[in-house]
Antibody
């Protein structure tokens, strides 16, 4: 069964740091680009960051640029998000999300076909 | 940045109703649009990609249409399991989600 499981969320004070992890299983992790998406309470999802399958291409939303760092370890089937200088407005459920890639045809498309269950990050004093 | 605007924000409907949700992009996104369904406490689930392609395993009562800046998601006959919040997402230039449409009884 294909699965994405996030961990590392919790309560942190403004200005603090947190590192999120996403463990992948049941599929060829290194064949898929990955993303972090967050959702503040009562709001729609917000894309946070993208990393290509090999890790050479990375993008960030303007709201987190310079504070968050995405990375991956394909040998460990894991995705990470290092979050520094956290602000109240970073409070959200953080999801890792897989980009669609058909390993049989080599076709890929930039929507998210699989998501983890999410991990809650609360930034508060 | 590309902005996505959904309407309505809330939709009241009954089982068996035909339901249509609209999504507008602030600039052309060609057909690079997806629709997701989200239930409370759960992650979004992909329904439609490339504006009108039904994701594998999704019931055929869901359909999508549109291109450029105007898109619609239609549920042909609303089922009890369909009461949820629906989001559109553009992936022409990075990724942006709409604010959501809650389909309630």
């Amino acid at each position: 069964e294909e699965q994405l499981v996030e961990s590392g969320g919790g309560l942190v004070q403004p200005g603090g740091s947190l590192r999120l992890s996403c463990a992948a299983s049941g599929f060829t992790f290194g064949s898929h680009a990955m993303n972090w998406v967050r959702q503040a309470p009562g709001k729609g999802p917000e894309w946070v960051s993208y990393i290509s399958k090999g890790g050479s291409t990375i993008y960030y939303a303007d709201s987190v640029k310079g504070r968050f760092t995405i990375s991956r370890d394909n040998a460990k089937n894991s995705l990470y998000l290092q979050m520094n200088s956290l602000r109240d407005e970073d409070t959200a459920v953080y999801y890792c999300a897989r980009e669609f890639y058909d390993i049989l045809t080599g076709y890929y498309e930039y929507f998210f076909d699989s998501w983890g269950q999410g991990t809650l990050v609360t930034v508060s004093s | 940045d590309i902005q996505m605007t959904q309407s309505p924000s809330t939709l009241s409907a009954s089982v068996g109703d035909r339901v249509t949700i609209t999504c507008r992009a602030s600039q052309s996104i060609r057909s690079w649009l997806a629709w997701y369904q989200q239930k409370p406490g759960k992650a979004p689930k992909i329904l439609i990609h490339k504006a009108s392609s039904l994701q594998s395993g999704v019931p055929s009562r869901f359909s999508g249409s549109g291109s450029g800046t105007e898109f619609t998601l239609t549920i042909s006959s609303l089922q009890p399991d369909d009461f949820a919040t629906y989001y559109c997402q553009q992936y022409n230039t990075h990724w942006t989600f709409g604010q959501g449409t809650k389909v309630e009884i």
